[in-house]
């Protein structure tokens, strides 16, 4: 008989975006005439930068010409691709990562859940509640149980530190999903301390980077000293410059970062990962690499930056407006998401702005229990469609 992975059956069913489709599509059918405007998505809604569409052209004109035609290229990304992004998300910020500590892939959701490969079965995890599913589903399908969970609250800014954490590996998101929170470089650090002293791994997704508009907060986790032999960072070109159908994302694995063996002997992060990835995937296209090549291009980056201060425009008339309404609400400003404190039960909360508002967001409660009394608010949306969710809200709340 064919016995399934039984880890499957221990993982919650994603009944969060499933239940959200199924109460909005019944709103819909009982009013057929609501404009229902979603602000629940994580997804971005503005086009491809120009610099970007013109590399793909380009890029596909490659594909179609014999003497520029690229198949298969080299699984860890392409030298171009790794070169630029060495220069621009690090060494431009003078944090010092070359060209080949960073490994390219085709999005940072596979990274965030493959990297947990490198590890050993009986290794403690440590995540924030709420979370990016990701880290916590990926673990227990791999058949770890032991998973810790550090409640993001209002008490601690929604920014837990690591008194008292016993774990081996943490998984760190900032700008965090979904609480849209950021670190400062002090608590950054006392997490690099806590993992050096106690040889544990730093997993630090940093898919919002671009986001960070506050000087000072840290937009990568190398800023920290002693970073480099504690952490990997994993980032994306989705959220950065609307990759999210393009997907293409990468980690830094910086050399000499390394486990241990059964033994106590040191075994290097740099190379199990690049074994794993050359084993199990093929690489990023060559599309998409030249897209992700373009974004770090100068014309790129101020395209790109100038469509996520579109999306963070959007959430600064979110905040003002739910502000006003006398809700206290966290993240927005290096973020693209409110988290917004609705003072009860958050799939109630979820109910009233679709029944009352035709208004679509996320309950808290779906990303974990510390979630339960919050609603997460995009802001990858048009102006027009918030505004008008502005002037509904403050019509029903
Ligand atoms: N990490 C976080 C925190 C995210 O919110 C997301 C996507 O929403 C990802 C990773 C995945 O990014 P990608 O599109 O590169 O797979």
């Given amino acids: 008989m064919l016995h399934v992975n039984e880890n499957y059956s221990k993982i919650k069913p994603t009944y969060l975006f499933a239940e959200i489709a199924h109460r909005v599509a019944a709103h819909q059918a009982a009013h ?75 999005g940072a959701k596979c990274d965030c859940g493959n990297f947990q490969e490198l590890f050993a079965g009986d ?3 440590a995540v924030g509640d709420p979370v990016y599913p990701v880290y916590v589903d990926t673990n227990v399908m791999a058949g770890r149980s032991d998973i810790r969970l ?20 943490v998984y760190l998101c900032y700008p965090n999903n979904p609480t849209g929170a950021v670190a400062t470089k002090a608590q950054l650090q006392a997490w690099v301390d806590w993992a050096n002293e106690r040889k544990a791994l730093i997993i630090f997704d940093a898919a919002y980077e671009a986001f960070i508009r506050t000087p000072g907060i840290p937009h990568s986790i190398y800023e920290c000293a002693g970073a480099r032999t504690c952490a990997v960072e994993i980032r994306s070109f989705s959220k950065t410059a609307g990759f999210t159908g393009i997907r293409c994302g990468y980690t830094v694995v910086p050399d000499g970062l390394s486990a241990y063996a059964a033994d106590g002997r040191p075994v290097e992060l740099r190379g199990m990962w690049t074994r794993r990835q050359t084993t199990k995937f093929n690489g990023a296209s060559y599309l998409t690499q030249r897209a992700a090549e373009a974004v770090c291009s100068p014309e790129g980056q101020a395209e790109t930056r100038a469509t996520v201060d579109f999306y963070l425009g959007n959430a600064a008339i979110m905040k003002e407006a739910l502000r006003g309404l006398g809700y206290a609400v966290t993240g927005g400003d290096d973020s693209p998401y409110l988290w917004v404190d609705v003072k009860g039960d958050s799939w109630a909360f979820f109910d009233r702005l679709l029944a009352e508002a035709n208004v ?12 339960e009394g919050y609603i997460r608010i995009s802001a990858f949306n048009s102006r027009e469609n918030v505004l008008e969710a502005v002037s509904r809200l403050k019509k029903v709340l």
Avoid: M
């Fill in 150 to 169: 550090l409640p993001c609250t209002a008490a601690n800014g929604f920014v837990p530190g690591p008194e008292g954490c016993d774990a081996d590996i």
């Fill in 360 to 371: 679509v967001t996320t309950p808290g409660a779906g990303f974990g229990a510390a979630g």
């Fill in 123 to 125: 290794v403690r995890i």
């Fill in 32 to 106: 057929p005439e609501a404009k229902v405007i979603r602000l629940g998505i994580g997804d971005v809604t503005e086009p491809l930068a120009p610099s970007v569409v013109a590399a793909l052209h380009r890029a596909v004109d490659d594909e179609a010409d014999r003497s520029r035609f690229h198949g298969y290229g080299p699984e860890q990304g392409y030298a171009f691709l790794r070169e630029k992004i060495a220069e621009v998300d690090f060494r431009a910020r003078g944090v010092e990562v070359s060209a080949d500590e960073i490994l390219v892939s085709d």
